[in-house]
Every structure is written in structure tokens, then in C-alpha cells.
């Protein structure tokens, strides 16, 4: 059936456009949100480093910069290392890991103005980081600034009261300063904190003997010589002090044992170290090896007047052999 003309009207004039409204709505909608969705994935999708660079945080921004400078600074790369530390400082400036590892990059460039710059801006923006005061503090002892360099590792040593490298050139520094006493202290310190650092040992019986207490130098000196990571020169130089120590506490034959090792370790080209050998054999009664020490001392230096004394007094003892006591001419003894 043939429709009707007011229907057929109504359908042309728009009999529908109440619900074609609302639908356009819904596909532009729609639209929009895949449209959102796409340009949230897309620097995921595309890879654009750069878009997701930008939406870090400076204290990450600045991590990942100083991670790449690492990189190629142990690729070798130093130029390109120092640039990627300086965009991290330009990012994050109030970083003061950044400075300091840009610090350390420019003293191996031999930059050292530069590097004390930064070290210094290190320091004050981390004022509890030990590594920091101790690294400033070393390159102002290098370049001669002793009270700078003082006041930096004492800083350290507040900080972390243990800090080998800082303890050892405190004492350095110490013992530059003629104040012994304050190296002594921080020798025992080094111990405390590591008992079996041997340059700490070394020097702290040195400072014993030179103090007169050889009683405590000599188990100092015997932990080294029975150690076995000491290098074998450092073994001959504990021996050879520890003769000392016991020739000091007049414990000749001790002396002797000692001498002797330090001898076959490392032989001496000093005269004053023959002398001491012979005179421990001499106190001893062993003349032949006191004689042939002596005479080595000589040849090392004709002029050595306790050797020139030693010899004269193992003479008369030959021409008397059966006098007891060594006649006019027995040398002053160097350990007294």
C-alpha cells in the first residue's frame, strides 16, 4: 500500500533529527578520547627519548646524566664525560656528588684550579660527605695550602672518625708540623680502626724509638716481621729497626738475630748500619763477626770514628786475647 503523504512528508522533512543529535555527540566524543589516548603512547610508541627525558624531575634528570658521564669516563671519553657533568650540575646545581666527581675528572686533567673550585662547591653543598672533605683537603696538601689542607681532614675525621686515608695524611701532615705527639695519637688511631696497616706500624715504632721507648717499638716491629702480606723491603726496614729496639734495651743477642735477617733481606750500603751490626756481635763476644762488620763499615767509610774505635779495641783484644775487658779505646755505644 502506497504510504500516506503526510508520512512520506514527515520522513523528509526530518522526522528523525531527535536522535541523530545526540549520536553525532557520542562519535565526536568518542573521537577525542582516542585521539588523547594516542598521544599519551605515542613517545612510548615512537621512541622519542627526548619527550620522555622532559617528564623527569631534576634530581633524576640529573642522576641519569652523571650515570652517562660515569660511562664515558670509563670509556675514556673524558671531553664528552666532563660535558655530561656539567649538564648534570646545570640541572641539579645543588648536587654535591656531581661536583666532586667532576672535581676528581679535572685533577686527572691536570686542571687543579678548576678542580679545587669544585671540590670547594662540593664540600659546602655536602658538608657531611667524608670523601669530599678528604679529596679537598689532599689536593690542597698537594698544592702546599698545609692549614687549608689541616682544617679540611680534620673535617673528615669529624665526619668519619675512621677514614684511613684521612687519618694517615693527618699524621703526615703531624709530622711536617714537628707535632708528633698529634701523629702519634692518630697512628694508634689507624691501628684501632685497621691493625694491620703496616706503613701506620712502620712509622709509629720510628716515633717510639725516636721518643726512647723502644720497649714499645719492638712488639710494634715483630708484628710486621711476622706478617705475610708485607713486601719483602718493608720486612728488611722492620728488622733492621727492630735490632734497634733491642740494641736500645741492650738485648744484644735479639739484636743480633735481627741485624742478621735484615741483612740477608736487604743488605745495607751504610756505614752506620755495619757499625750497629758489629757492635751487637761485639757485645756479644762473637770478635770474628764484629771484626768483619767493622771492617765493612770502614770500607764504607774510612772516617767512621765509632768503627775507627770498634777496630781499634777488637785489635788490642786480639794482641790480648786473655784480657776480659777491652782495653782504653772501646767505642761510645750509638744506643744509648
Known sequence: ????????????????APLAEPMAKMLSAAKFLILHSLLIMLP???????????????????HLLTAKAESAYTNHDYAHAEELYEKAIEVNPSDGDIHRKLGELLI??????EAIQHLKQAAEKSPDDPETQYQLGKLMYEQGEITAARESLDRTLQIDPAHIAGL??????????????????????????????VPARINLAELELKHGHPERAAPILR??????????????????????AYARMKRWQDAVGAYDVAQHQRPSKEADDWFRVAYANYQVGDWQMAEAAVTQALALDSQHAHALALANT??????????????????????R
Request: a negative charge.
Open 1 to 16: 500500500m502506497p504510504q500516506s503523504r503526510p508520512d512520506a512528508a514527515l520522513r523528509r522533512t526530518g522526522g528523525d
Open 44 to 62: 612510548f610508541a615512537t621512541g622519542c627519548s627526548w619527550m620522555r627525558h622532559s617528564m623527569l624531575n631534576p634530581i633524576d634528570q640529573a
Open 108 to 113: 686527572s686533567d691536570g686542571r687543579i684550579p
Open 168 to 197: 694517615s695524611l693527618r699524621a703526615q701532615i703531624a709530622l711536617e708540623e714537628n707535632d708528633e705527639a698529634t701523629a702519634m695519637a692518630t697512628y694508634h688511631r689507624i691501628l684501632t680502626a685497621s691493625p694491620d696497616d
Open 223 to 244: 708484628n710486621i716481621c711476622d706478617c705475610n702480606f708485607a713486601s719483602p723491603d718493608v720486612k728488611a726496614d722492620a728488622y733492621w729497626k727492630l735490632g734497634d
Open 314 to 335: 777488637i785489635t788490642q783484644i786480639r794482641i790480648r786475647e786473655a784480657q776480659v775487658q777491652p782495653a782504653a779505646g772501646q767505642p761510645l755505644s750509638q744506643f
